[in-house]
């Protein structure tokens, strides 16, 4: 499976972005995909996930009402829509998917891309 990240910038605070990911390959055994972020300094962490059997998603408490993740599962693709930015939102944000556990339960990462919000 890979994993194609888009959208990343630069933006003001109190505006929008929004990044995506495309998966391909063997995108059949996923179970869900989802975003995490790393800012300098800090460890990795979820920002949001939805499962590709119901949609059920699940977001950190600190982007709860400001970002919302979406698929188009036609095109294997996930988005992360990111409202009212905060200058902490500032990260490299990585996708993620999830083989299901019957499969592996294997981890796949993109590569990143670069969010920064400036105040």
């Known amino acids: 499976v890979q994993l194609v990240e888009s959208g990343g910038g630069l933006v003001q605070a109190g505006n929008s972005l929004t990044i995506s990911c495309a998966a391909s390959?063997?995108?059949?055994?996923?179970?869900?995909m989802g975003w995490y972020r790393q800012a300098p300094g800090k460890q990795r962490e979820l920002v949001a996930t939805i499962t590709f059997v119901g949609g059920s998603t699940n977001y950190a408490d600190s982007v709860k009402g400001r970002f919302t993740i979406s698929r188009d599962q036609a095109k294997n693709t996930i988005y992360l829509q990111m409202n009212s930015l905060k200058p902490e939102d500032t990260a490299v944000y990585y996708c993620?998917?999830?083989?299901?556990?019957?499969?592996?339960?294997?981890?796949?990462w993109g590569q990143g891309t670069q969010v920064t919000v400036s105040s």
């Open positions: 993620n998917a999830k083989k299901w556990v019957a499969l592996g339960g294997s981890d796949y």
């Open positions: 390959g063997s995108t059949f055994m996923l179970n869900a």
